[in-house]
């Protein structure tokens, strides 16, 4: 639709010029960074957050082994992809994270189904 009433079907490919760009972002413009849950189980093993957030629970996160996200870093990846490189690495191995954990856990990347279990959506 959008070509149709863009007239492409007129235009020379040879004679177009430009260009585009596109950058990862997320919706609370934060890096997406971690170790990935399986979704399903996640939202599964964590339903009583639903009727109250404050609960802890017992139950260990189900995670899917070995995949880990490195995204949405928007127009500030050059600074923050090697840090997060680094935060993958540790968690990979099981070292000590090489920021403090409450920087960790706003990039972490089951923030976005920990929200939406709370919140109920």
Known sequence: DL????????????????RAAFRCTSPDYLPIVGPLADAGAFAEAYAALAKDARQVPEVPCPWLEGLYVNSGHGSRGLITAPLAGELIAAWASAEPLP???A????????RFAL???????
Do not use: Y
């Open 3 to 18: 070509a149709e009433r863009l007239g492409t079907a007129s235009l020379a490919p040879e004679q177009l010029q430009g």
């Open 99 to 101: 920021l403090p954990r």
């Open 103 to 110: 920087v960790a856990e706003a990039c972490h990347p089951n």
């Open 115 to 121: 929200r939406k279990l709370i919140r109920g959506k």
